[in-house]
């Protein structure tokens, strides 16, 4: 992205909310009201998506290939995902299952392993046939359930910072974000819940919720769901719900939402196999819901990619039923990781909000006497061959996140070893 396509994202006002547009303009630096600018030629691109520039993720990865430094910007792992799932896909592909156009709602077995992982791990029952559904990625259950469900003039909430395609597909939906901010303390970002029922109006249609969250690593607590729950229910609201990181818990554990009262007739689960099985490039997702939600969420999905990847959703079949030392190795690993990358950056003198879940690190850079994540981040690379993520770019209110940075450690322990000795030069 360049410096003016950045500075566009950064000052666009996102129409949605007086509040938010306030807050954009302090982080880009205006002390009072913007002139408005002439609205000149008609733009080629839709003007829901003017503020969505090329993704901070591009940005950083070029930056990242330009200076030869070690990429812990991005979310991908270095190592690909278990050897025998890889085999499953070779095998299907071999065999001709999956090379032409899978069923609209994924391959029967994947649905049925879908349906027995949500029943083994978490005691919900979905049925295959009619509660599960296939999707490329997590990304697209994301879009097609607020295509499906969001209409111009809803409202919906989602926790800031959040993962960038939220706001993208809100606003492809014609809706309103209504961030309700997640605030670090102790160590850790907490959901305010009095925030979150001030933000509920009679537009809100429905709560998008991440947890495990990316980017604060933040696991809701059974109390937080209990009580997000409660309002859904009191309010009568729809919950779209990403628990893409739902194995990769540390500290505590992961309950899904759907599991609280009142809340399976009323949430659309949203998961993948990407960062379970370490495979983002494969983007098999899928969503779990009452017949009513997923028929709904079908009908945009339809019309998106309508089906993908035949023969990866064999594998995944095979995936979701590894035993459970699988998903043991792969949080005890991940655990190790963190922990490596969490005391590296602590030698270099961040302060580090220890992640109870995902693979990302969030921390403050002003004990390094800075406070702008955006130029730390462009200037990381020179500085010591390392390139991270500015948190500001997860947020509407950007002056909220503009000290902090994020780190992803699904690295080879090495490369984790390396980048840490190179961050400690910021120390010096
Ligand atoms: C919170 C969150 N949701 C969804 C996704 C995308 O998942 P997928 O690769 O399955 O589309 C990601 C990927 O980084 C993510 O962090």
Redesign the pocket.
Known sequence: MSARETAARETAAPGAGAHRTAARGTEAGGTGPRPSPDPGPRPLLNRRLAEFGTTIFAEMSALAVRTGAINLGQ??PDTDGPEEVREAAVRALRDGRGNQYPPGPGIPELRTAVAEHQLARYALTYDPDTEVLIT???????AAALLALVEPGDEVIALEPY?D?YAACVAMAGGTRVPVTLRPRDGAYHLDLDELRDAVTDRTRLILL?TP??PTGTVLTRAELAAVAELAVERDLLVVT?E??EHLVYDGEHTPLASFPGMRERTVT?S????TFSF?GW???WVTATPELVTAVRSAKQFLTYVSAGPFQYAVAEALRLPDTYFEGLRADLRRKRDLLSAGLTAAGFEVYRPAG?YFVTTDIRPLGESDGFAFCRALPERCGVVAVPNAVFYDHRDQGAPFVRFAFCKKDDVLHEAADRLRRLAA
Do not use: M, P, R
């Open positions: 979310g991908f490329a990625g997590a990304t697209e259950a994301i993962y395609s991440n969250h990316n990403d893409v990181y949203i993948s196999a990407g960062k983002t983007k098999v997702g995902t």
